[in-house]
Nanobody
């Protein structure tokens, strides 16, 4: 089985920073991409940013210039700066990869971590 464990969420004042981490472990042996999504109450889940195995990154327009995604082996990070209340959401990481014994690409999701930005 593949497990994704996020950490780093919490409560921060507007203008502050947080760094989220997500570690992929278990039977995953090939990672195609890693990314972060978020979902605020009443909203659909949206892509925040992702990073490919080659290191290419992409971001939602709403976070460009404020958030940075990076990766170290099976860990993906999301550095969030200049946070504002609109960034309040549950942040989940997603890994697209293959599990041992399979050539099929699959999406794996973490449980999510709450980020709350106060005014």
């Amino acid at each position: 089985q593949v497990q994704l464990v996020e950490s780093g969420g919490g409560l921060v004042q507007a203008g502050g920073s947080l760094r989220l981490s997500c570690i992929a472990s278990g039977t995953i042996w090939s990672i195609n991409s890693m990314g972060w999504y978020r979902q605020a109450p009443g909203n659909e889940r949206e892509l925040v940013g992702d990073i490919t195995s080659g290191g290419s990154t992409s971001y939602a327009d709403s976070v460009k210039g404020r958030f940075a995604i990076s990766r170290d082996k099976n860990t993906v990070y999301l550095q969030m700066n200049n946070l504002n209340p609109e960034d309040t959401a549950v942040y989940c990481c997603k890994v697209v990869g293959r599990s041992v014994g399979s050539i099929r690409l699959r999406d794996y999701w973490g449980q999510g971590t709450q980020v709350t930005v106060s005014t």
